[in-house]
């Protein structure tokens, strides 16, 4: 089968938050049975859901792994299309997770359909995942079962076929201030929790343009972001309120920058005096593939140089030192909005690079 014919099947199915996820790994399996690999699947005893593994080539260590999910995020905008059934106009098309992530997955299947596995050298693997847009039970299941060692790790997100080795990390931070309240005909009396974090975020915006002088070129935005995201306090009109949370976060361009930060803020909390709690979660780390000759064979065979981008991926969570990838057809800039689409030459483009990856590392 062609890409776009997987594609279309892929996108009939209703993966949104794994609705369909039982059928959808169905198919994927006896499409892989058919190519010559052997499936099994994890599953999660709480909801019954799956993560899929086919395996074809020689036993032992892997010399390539897809990895791919399934889910979508849920349809969103006004569509022009039914996005649940692929449409094409010209070369381009259109479908919920035509880019986000089934247009790789479609390649990936694509690439292993006419495979001869046993003119594979070394193992070559296939992992359909769920739950990535969400909380990445998937993955996670997946690494507390199951060996993902091998030679190359590919991930098939969206990059318009440019090669990533590098994704920030995500430090999310509560900060709970605590005012005194007053009736609001005397607002010296109370002390103004909202006051108070309407001041700390002047600050924490100056302390984060210190930050910006820390840069590494391989991101997209070369430095650490701040993105405040909510604020919550007060309850009538006429009080001094005296509860205020922050909540902010930061994509990070180093694991230690986290703790800093979280010093940091904690320390400019005390200077002022403010009485407050500080709360900081490291949701994920930074993912990097530091093997420069790992990186280069990918340049060659992917005919682009490796960037690095801002948003989080499954590559956070493979376990120790990786060569891993993130390359795939269609653009990140067309996910998570309506008419999510991806072009007929990003979708062939994707198969050539795969099939040029299996025959570097599993050959």
Known sequence: MKAEEILKKLVSFDTVGDKENGKIMDWIGEFCVEAGFET????????????????????????????????????????????????????????????????????????VGGLDSSELSKGLELVFTYDEEKNFDGIKSVVEKHDLSADCILIGEPTSLEPVVATKGVMVFRIDFVGKDAHGIHPEVGVNAIEMATDFIIELKEYFKMVEKNRNPIFDVPSATLNIAKINGGDVINKVPSACSLEF????????????FKEDITALIEKN??????????????????????????????????????????????????????????????????????????????????????????A
């Open 249 to 260: 976060e930061s994509r990070i361009i180093d694991n230690k920058q986290g703790d800093k």
């Open 40 to 111: 099994e699947k994890i599953g999660n005893k709480k909801d019954g859901r799956v993560c899929l593994i086919a395996r074809a080539g020689k036993s032992g260590k892997n010399g390539l792994i897809f990895i791919g999910h399934t889910d979508t995020v849920a349809v969103g905008g006004k569509w022009n299309t039914n996005p649940f059934e692929l449409t094409q106009k010209e070369n381009d098309f259109f479908g919920l997770g035509a880019a986000d992530m089934k247009g790789g997955i479609a390649a990936m299947l694509a690439a």
């Open 273 to 362: 005096g403010y009485e407050a709690k500080v709360k900081a979660d490291f949701l994920l780390p930074v993912s990097m593939c530091r093997n420069k000759e790992f990186i280069l064979t990918v340049e060659e065979v992917a005919k682009k140089k490796a960037i690095g981008v801002s948003y989080a991926t499954e590559a956070s969570f493979l376990p120790g030192s990786k060569n891993f990838v993130i390359l795939g057809p269609g653009s990140i800039k067309v996910a998570h909005r309506a008419d999510e689409y991806t072009s007929g030459d990003s979708l062939s483009g994707a198969v050539g690079v795969y099939k040029g990856l299996i025959n570097t590392f599993c």
